[in-house]
């Protein structure tokens, strides 16, 4: 059983979309992750969510470029909450991509995060966030998550001025 279905257009956005699955792998966070397209392979991307919705997923995210989509194709269908993550592209560096994605009509939300890699970080960190809700392990992983994150800053040094 995955716990979290990650699914990007294309096998390219694989290098921004592995910063989601790195986390709920650091996270102990089982995940499937695909390639489907909402636009080439719809049948396909529905066949495979009501699979992950049957096993126990409890969260999906999707990265998609340009039209970007497959965001709001997955919420659609699915109840489950949806994070998306806007891949940059050739022409417009993502900008498209979360325009489609915040701009989703009433009523079928897509909790978007930013462009690129923090954005796919960050999605990962909020399924952590609401699984965190009910799991007092992996609300303790969080706590030292973003305890280690602030004592990293604080042991930053600025280099020195020639």
């Not at 990650?6 to 096998?11: A, D, E, F, L, Y």
């Not at 990265?63 to 489950?80: C, D, E, M, Y």
Request: hydrophobic residues 50%; negative net charge.
């Amino acid at each position: 059983m995955a716990t979290v279905g990650i699914v990007m257009g294309s096998t390219s956005d694989w290098d921004v979309m592995k910063e989601a699955a790195q986390i709920c792998k650091d996270f102990g966070i089982s995940y499937s992750a695909r390639a489907l397209s909402a636009h080439r392979t719809p049948v396909e991307l529905e066949q495979w969510m009501e699979e992950m919705e049957a096993s126990g997923c409890q969260a999906f995210i999707a990265g998609a470029g340009a039209a970007a989509h497959l965001a709001g194709v997955v919420a659609a269908k699915t109840i489950l909450p949806t994070f998306g993550v806007p891949i940059p592209s050739k022409y417009l560096k993502g900008l498209d991509s979360l325009l489609a994605m915040v701009q989703m009509p009433k009523g079928i939300p897509v909790s978007t995060l930013a462009i690129g890699e923090a954005g796919a970080a960050n999605a990962g960190l909020s399924v952590v966030a609401i699984l965190a809700l009910h799991d007092a392990d992996m609300k303790a992983k969080l706590i030292n998550f973003r305890a280690t994150q602030a004592e990293k800053v604080r042991n930053s040094v600025l280099p020195e001025l020639a």
